[in-house]
């Protein structure tokens, strides 16, 4: 039998070395290592963030009407085609709802109701600021995370145990550690960039963007504050991990998931991860696939240029339809009883979980589509530590958010129908609510 042929690191030069080691602990810094900042520990692009909203200021409101505009400018421009469809033709609609919203709130001419702090001000602040932020700045740096070799690294590493648990090439590794810690629509454009350059499947791009493409983990941070469990921050943490990882163990093997096809990109050819040689050491062969890949990068300047584009047209359709969205949402919850009556889907898993009040948590699964805070706000009405942990972890675990997610996923070349969005957010609410229950009533009894 003839042997593989060894891999030998010796054949690449000094330059491509360094732009592997480089430009990876560039992207390692900015998207999974925290550092700590003036007392702050975070990823580096929440430490960028920071700096840009202190020098912002109250201006970033200004910024956030200028994209809403740029969107109404991209529906004038594209007519008919923002029309087709039911659901296009409704989320066109909020966008010009919220973009509207947002020049009179601006203005200081917003209806009364739109002027109180549960509306207007808390979209701004809790939601479109940080959309526009961290979807803004991240293209700036993806190229570090993903063009120089790292995924094919790692990818070499993780491909033992992502692909027979998940389904996904060991590059995905990375993906769905920057998503974790940095930022959902961060994982989905990542996702589609990967996509389209042929080194995801259509399969797989759907499986890391609807499976870990979650919540960062400061607004992990912020849901515990909310909900009111900062002192149990270790067991909630570990419970939307391994919520995380077992709910995507169960949703890549059910409908609609399970059954979406491998095609490519344009048909384009997929890029194959090297198959492992037991010859040559783990290391060397990590080493060899980044290597290869760095040689054979574009230049940093093209990518970027590239992304930062993208970046600007999708800020532009989603800040107008999140603010509607979220509008929406919010009068939902305060104005109407739907949110209770959606409730009773989610109520009998409660129920049979073991949680105190199952009404309130079927109530938190079916508001956390519309305003991913408000479980939180509803775990802080509650005295049981399992109902209030499995509320707060609602907004992680449930990928798909009608403000956050969906106008991301709608923006991409990877195609999401809405009926798909939101069977998974149905499925993925059910499997939560039982799988986060058993880890906390374990985490109780002992």
Known sequence: MEKRKKHDLKKYCKMTKIKFWGFSMIGLLIFVIPLEIGGVRQIGLVHFGNCITAVLGSA?????CGFAVGGVLLIVREGKKRFYGFFNTFMTCMSLMGAVCIILYILGLA??????ERF???IMKQVLYPTLLYTGISPFFMPFLLDWGLLESVGVLFKPILRPLFKLPGRAAVITVSAFFGSAPVGIITVDNLYKDGRFTYKEAFIVGTGFSTTAISFMVILSELGGITEFWGIYF??????LALTAIVMVRIY???????????GQVYEMEEEADQETGLITRMLDAGYKKAGNALGLRQNCISMVKNSGTLLCNMIGSSCGMVILGL???YYTPILEWAGYLFYPFALISGCADPMMVGKGAAAALVVPSLPAVYAAMEEN???KIVLCSMPVLSIVSIPLTMPVFFNTAVKYSAKDLFLIYVERMILSIIIVSVIVHFYTWF
């Open 238 to 243: 570990f419970a939307c991990l391994a919520g």
């Open 120 to 122: 207007m001000p808390f």
């Open 256 to 266: 609609p998931t399970a059954g979406k096809p491998e095609s490519t990109y344009g």
């Open 111 to 116: 209806p009364s109701f739109l002027m109180e």
């Open 385 to 387: 530590l399992v109902s």
């Open 331 to 333: 009068m939902l919850n």
């Open 60 to 64: 970033s409101e200004y910024v956030i």
